[in-house]
Nanobody, 121 residues
Framework: QVHVAESGGGLVQPGGSLRLSCAAS????????MVWYRQPPGKQRELVAS???????NYADSVRGRFTISRDNAKKTVTLEMNSLKAADTAVYCCNANVLTEAPRIWRSYWGQGTQVTVSS
């Protein structure tokens, strides 16, 4: 059994910063990649940033230069540092982990429940 959980959302003023964390636990041999998605109100889910097991990163154009994704392979965690936040960043942020489980030995995608980020004055 694998569990993925996010933390760190909340309300922040425009121009402010927030840090989101995601931790995976359970029957895990490897995770590749770990990805942050978001779903703004009334819109479809979109990829925010991803990071591979060797540290290669990818960002949506809308967040590049403002957000930074990082991971700790030993702790099975991924962090999203969000700076210069805008109202357009308001969304539910979800973590996705593509996991190789120990038993059975298969790759499968797991999602967290999501955490709300609201950018407003």
């Amino acid at each position: 059994q694998v569990h993925v959980a996010e933390s760190g959302g909340g309300l922040v003023q425009p121009g402010g910063s927030l840090r989101l964390s995601c931790a995976a636990s359970g029957n895990i041999l490897a995770i590749n990649p770990m990805v942050w998605y978001r779903q703004p109100p009334g819109k479809q889910r979109e990829l925010v940033a991803s990071i591979s097991s060797d540290g290669a990163t990818n960002y949506a154009d809308s967040v590049r230069g403002r957000f930074t994704i990082s991971r700790d392979n030993a702790k099975k965690t991924v962090t999203l540092e969000m700076n210069s936040l805008k109202a357009a960043d308001t969304a539910v942020y979800c973590c996705n982990a593509n996991v190789l489980t120990e038993a059975p030995r298969i790759w499968r995608s797991y999602w967290g429940q999501g955490t709300q980020v609201t950018v407003s004055s």
